[in-house]
């Protein structure tokens, strides 16, 4: 249920930023206050991102108060901190449904609010983007805004620098505003630091410094001469020397909770032109003491009682996650050779333990996909036993160099594949639906999919033992509950594994599938086959099976276009095996946010619609 908006006066009257611009500045604070309050109070009853939206209340209040939005462009990094955005921008009575089946959409989507100029969910897009508007915006004459809001995290990524150093060197209307949620540089802003970026951004300044400009460039020694004087003026008392050399007007540090101080130097900023930074500090979780003490606990949560200091916890099953955590462990201690590389994903991978344990042979590179990869490859050139652990969807922004920098010069690298299928609430920008479909036509690489947790593990093991390229894929969250053997076992490449001896049917499973493809087994009174191997696949036992049976269901959480599956129908057709063949995956689109289970079943990916299928068809 949404929160009750009685407890929010201020806040209930604010239907769109057009309201919330109507207002007289004084009542601002109060409304970034109710703001807060609304945030802690829904997302604690419905569960979603927390702690990054806290730290952006007071910047999003401004961001929208002194931008005319939507005319003008406001372009969020990842999205994790947009849910102020979402409260102010129309969809306040609908956050209770956020990450739900059918509710809003975790992340700022276009499809949702003309407010939402840009799909997010991957990092660090927002400057690339935003350029994007800005140059489009001046070849239109449109005299709009273009604002990018980017966190220190996403900052890691080339593709930022990218943008930036692009941007740096065009005479376009582009303002970047760096959301810095570090707590380590808090200290470093003040009352000085505030001054500075009120001077820096004031108009008086900026005439100032671009009359200088006009009046020098004749003499290109002297305006040289005071371009250098400016930039060892800021740098002795501010950290921007790196963005002014890439041609941005830096400004801030300031303080991202002060929200005059936002307002006069977003104001200032406003009338200028050409590329600025502004470097914003916040705090996570700012407003609720338990989120500002442990933001990393408090990113994503569940339902929470708010009154409470701790979240919620129990003894779940352990998940594929906590089974790859335990075995790199576990195989570390046994060969000092191996390294573990993961772009930002210590606690989603489960690395806590490791980066303690083995804290030399820890490496997380930050939000850099294409680096882990490339770095990997270099340890595996000098004789190391690299592992990257990465989602699926966050590997396809490092494809090049799995293909050019691993999988070409057949180099020792292990990939963990976390989150391969759906993953629920983080929806499209997040589910791991093409892996299999990639990874399969890169060559050298072995490809492995387990159906239970001491599969996962010991897939590891033969991933590890292997000379060359492994790639093993699991889904998120839990499976069958079966605790995984102590012991290694080694298992044969390319072999499958047959569960149930049937007829005229054989149900083929890829993964994590195996509960429904095991029913649907049962119900037909079918063969069914744990396949293991997407990459080699088990050709020999495939046609032995096609002497025997009549018709393959193939099973798979991932597209049904070039994957698993479409490896058995190019065996089928290849090799003439005279069967008929029906792949069950996912289907040709971007499957959204909800329950696991709702969206296999409404996509035809369950036992049920493959119980229907053969019966209709086949029998």
């Not at 002014?244 to 991202?256: A, C, K, Q, R, S």
């Not at 998940?319 to 195989?331: E, H, K, L, P, Q």
């Not at 680096?371 to 966050?394: D, N, Q, R």
């Amino acid at each position: 249920m949404p929160a009750d908006l009685t407890q929010f006066p201020q806040l209930a009257r604010i239907n769109t930023p057009d309201d919330l611009r109507a207002l007289p500045r004084e009542e601002l604070q109060t409304i970034a206050a109710e703001l807060r309050q609304y945030l802690i109070d829904t997302i604690s009853g419905c569960g979603g991102h927390f702690a990054a939206g806290l730290g952006t209340v007071e910047l999003t209040v401004a961001l929208h108060y002194i931008f005319h939005t939507p005319d003008d462009r406001l372009v969020w990094d990842v999205g994790h901190q947009a849910y102020p955005h979402k409260v102010l921008t129309g969809r306040r009575d609908r956050l209770h449904t956020i990450r739900q089946h059918d509710g809003l959409h975790p992340f700022p989507t276009p499809q949702e609010s003309e407010y939402d100029t840009f799909a997010v969910g991957h990092s660090s897009t927002s400057i690339s983007a935003a350029l994007g508007m800005a140059l489009a915006a001046k070849q239109r004459g449109e005299d709009r805004k273009t604002v990018a809001i980017i966190g220190d995290g996403a900052m890691t990524a080339g593709m930022a620098f990218e943008a930036l150093n692009h941007a740096g060197d065009l005479d376009v209307d582009l303002l970047v505003v760096l959301n810095d949620n570090d707590m380590s540089i808090s200290e470093n802003v003040g009352a000085l630091n505030n001054y500075f970026a009120r001077l820096l951004s004031s108009r008086f300044y900026n005439a100032v410094r671009d009359t200088g400009k006009k009046v020098l460039s004749p003499v290109p020694p002297l305006k040289e001469l005071v371009h250098r004087a400016e930039e060892h003026m800021k740098g002795m008392v501010l950290p921007g020397t790196l963005f002014e050399e890439l041609g941005f007007n830096y400004i801030g540090p300031v303080d991202g909770h002060d929200l005059n101080v936002l307002l006069d130097t977003l104001n200032n900023l406003k009338t200028q032109k050409g590329p600025r930074l502004l470097h914003v500090v916040t705090r996570k979780g700012k407003g609720f003491e338990p989120a500002e003490n442990d933001p990393i606990a408090y990113h994503g949560v569940p339902v929470f009682n708010p009154k409470d200091s701790t979240l919620p916890s129990g003894k779940p099953k352990k998940t594929y996650s906590n089974v790859f955590g335990d075995f790199i462990c576990d195989i570390a201690a046994q060969d000092e050779r191996v390294f573990a590389v993961t772009p930002a994903m210590r606690e989603g991978s489960d690395l806590i333990r490791f980066s303690r344990e083995f804290p030399e042979r820890y490496f997380d590179v930050a939000i850099a996909e294409q680096h882990a990869v490339t770095l990997a490859a270099g340890l595996a050139k000098e004789g190391m036993k690299p592992v990257v652990a990465i989602y699926s969807t966050f590997l396809q922004r490092a494809y090049d160099q799995l293909i050019h920098d691993v999988c070409l010069m057949d180099l020792d690298v292990l990939f963990a594949i976390d989150r391969g299928g759906l993953v629920g609430g983080d929806g499209a920008t997040h589910n791991g639906a093409f892996d299999l479909s990639y990874l399969r036509c890169v060559p050298n690489l072995i490809i492995m999919a387990p159906s239970d947790e001491n599969e996962c593990r010991q897939m590891l093991y033969t991933g590890w033992l292997h000379k060359g390229p492994a790639a093993v894929r699991y889904p998120r969250g839990t499976g069958f509950g079966i605790t995984p053997e102590k012991a290694f076992t080694a298992l044969a490449i390319g072999k499958a594994k047959v569960l149930r001896q049937g007829q005229d049917i054989a149900v083929l499973n890829f993964g994590a599938m195996l509960s429904d493809a095991q029913q649907a087994a049962e119900a037909l009174n079918a063969t069914l086959v744990d396949m293991r191997f997407i990459k080699p696949l088990d050709e020999t036992l495939l046609r032995e099976l096609a002497k025997t049976h009549s018709a393959f269901i193939t099973v798979e959480e991932n597209a049904v276009i070039g994957g698993a599956g479409s490896a058995v129908n190019e065996l089928v057709l290849n090799q003439g095996l005279g069967v008929r063949v029906k792949n069950f995956g996912l289907s040709d689109r971007f499957i959204e946010h909800g329950d696991v289970k709702r969206l296999r079943s409404e996509d035809g990916l369950s036992a049920e619609a493959i119980i229907a299928y053969a019966q209709k068809e086949w029998k």
